[in-house]
């Protein structure tokens, strides 16, 4: 018998859970009530719903799931609020299951989608990207700000990542098994890890609908944040700046001598130049500097090797893939 997985990041989702959990429990009911119930093609799963440090009803809430279907859905609560990383890292971390589904509580990633996942995995797939085609409550600002950086990335960084990815993705026990024991970074971008272990690979496309409720917990600096924490963790390329700014530096320096040989007749006319050049020198020594110090706290934070997230309460009948208890 297989077992998959749907682990869902909940953080203040209090309106959205009562139509996340009715639709996505059809759906997979459906699924298990169309297989034998024993021997192969059998299939059983497990809904595991990670709560964020929800400050509302949500832990209420999923308290509530567990008492009516203790043998299907499993609660994680964390101490506080960590973060969606954090919290999908405790899902990869606890999930007992053969296939793993991760998910936003938003209906944002369609449930509906789960069957043909299971599909992809019987055809052999270990790694399946959801790619997001259509996102209807994204505006274009941040639709353009998101192809540019997915663009961006794949020009600076060995990892190739799939346009449009989410973190609606799906892998199976060998794939997770690789990101619990060998990804265990602090400054963490999982849907980037995901395209980084290799594995048979396939895509599923999809159009975000409108959330039911509430709106994004990423605000614009969040967002900046996670590009900017993403591009230092993949990509040696801006310590490299130095190089070319070095060189732009020279070749200026030249143009200056240049220029200035052909106007030392008038002292006062070099004034804005020296000025003009200056700012520019103190301006490409403080970029650089920025991205060295980007690289540097980014080796801080592993060096303080604090955990990537603090459980508060596991509802009974949660374990580890291997029965041992995750390394944090």
Same mark, same amino acid.
């Given at each position: 018998?297989?077992?998959?997985?749907?682990?869902?990041?909940?953080?203040?989702?209090?309106?959205? *859970?009562?139509?996340?959990?009715?639709?996505?429990?059809?759906?997979?009911?459906?699924?298990?009530?169309?297989?034998?119930?024993?021997?192969?093609?059998?299939?059983?799963?497990?809904?595991?719903?990670?709560?964020?440090?929800?400050?509302?009803?949500?832990?209420?809430?999923?308290?509530?799931?567990?008492?009516?279907?203790?043998?299907?859905?499993?609660?994680?609560?964390?101490?506080?609020?960590?973060?969606?990383?954090?919290?999908?890292?405790?899902g990869l971390d606890y999930a007992a299951g053969?296939?793993?589904?991760?998910?936003?509580? =938003?209906?944002?990633?369609?449930?509906?989608?789960?069957?043909?996942?299971?599909?992809?995995?019987?055809?052999?797939?270990?790694?399946?990207?959801?790619?997001?085609?259509?996102?209807?409550?994204?505006?274009?600002?941040?639709?353009?700000?998101? =192809?540019?950086?997915?663009?961006?990335?794949?020009?600076?960084?060995?990892?190739?990542?799939?346009?449009?990815?989410? =973190?609606?993705?799906?892998?199976?026990?060998?794939?997770a098994d690789v990101l619990r024991n060998s990804?265990?970074?602090?400054?963490?971008?999982?849907?980037?890890?995901?395209?980084?272990?290799?594995?048979?690979?396939?895509?599923?496309?999809?159009?975000?609908?409108?959330?039911?409720?509430?709106?994004?917990?990423?605000?614009?600096?969040?967002?900046?944040?996670?590009?900017?924490?993403?591009?230092?963790?993949?990509?040696?390329?801006? *310590?490299?700046?130095?190089?070319?700014?070095?060189?732009?530096?020279?070749l200026l320096g030249v143009l200056l001598i240049?220029?200035?040989?052909?106007?030392?007749?008038?002292?006062?006319?070099?004034?804005?130049?020296?000025?003009?050049?200056?700012?520019?020198?103190?301006?490409?020594?403080?970029?650089?500097?920025?991205?060295?110090?980007?690289?540097?706290?980014?080796?801080?934070?592993?060096?303080? =090797?604090?955990?990537?997230?603090?459980?508060?309460?596991?509802?009974?009948?949660?374990?580890?893939?291997?029965?041992?208890?995750?390394?944090?």
């Amino acid at each position: 018998m297989k077992c998959i997985s749907v682990i869902v990041s909940v953080f203040n989702e209090e309106k959205a *859970l009562e139509q996340f959990y009715g639709t996505t429990k059809k759906i997979l009911d459906d699924l298990v009530d169309g297989r034998p119930q024993s021997g192969d093609g059998a299939l059983c799963y497990q809904l595991l719903f990670v709560n964020d440090g929800s400050t509302d009803g949500s832990r209420r809430i999923l308290d509530t799931f567990r008492q009516q279907d203790p043998a299907h859905v499993s609660v994680i609560s964390f101490s506080r609020n960590f973060g969606h990383e954090a919290a999908m890292t405790a899902g990869l971390d606890y999930a007992a299951g053969d296939y793993l589904v991760f998910m936003d509580a =938003d209906l944002q990633h369609p449930p509906a989608l789960i069957p043909e996942i299971l599909r992809r995995f019987e055809e052999g797939y270990d790694v399946i990207n959801m790619i997001r085609t259509r996102n209807e409550t994204a505006g274009a600002a941040k639709n353009l700000t998101s =192809d540019l950086f997915y663009r961006l990335i794949n020009r600076i960084s060995e990892v190739k990542m799939e346009p449009a990815a989410s =973190d609606f993705f799906a892998i199976d026990r060998a794939a997770a098994d690789v990101l619990r024991n060998s990804y265990r970074e602090k400054v963490r971008f999982l849907r980037g890890f995901v395209q980084n272990i290799g594995f048979a690979k396939t895509t599923i496309s999809y159009e975000a609908a409108a959330r039911v409720a509430g709106s994004s917990h990423y605000s614009l600096r969040k967002l900046w944040k996670l590009a900017m924490d993403t591009i230092v963790c993949f990509s040696n390329v801006p *310590l490299k700046l130095g190089i070319y700014a070095g060189l732009l530096s020279g070749l200026l320096g030249v143009l200056l001598i240049i220029y200035t040989l052909f106007t030392r007749s008038g002292a006062p006319s070099g004034y804005a130049t020296i000025v003009i050049v200056l700012c520019f020198m103190f301006a490409v020594l403080f970029l650089l500097l920025g991205i060295l110090g980007g690289y540097i706290a980014i080796m801080f934070r592993e060096l303080q =090797d604090r955990p990537i997230y603090i459980i508060e309460n596991i509802s009974d009948g949660i374990a580890s893939a291997d029965e041992d208890e995750p390394e944090l």
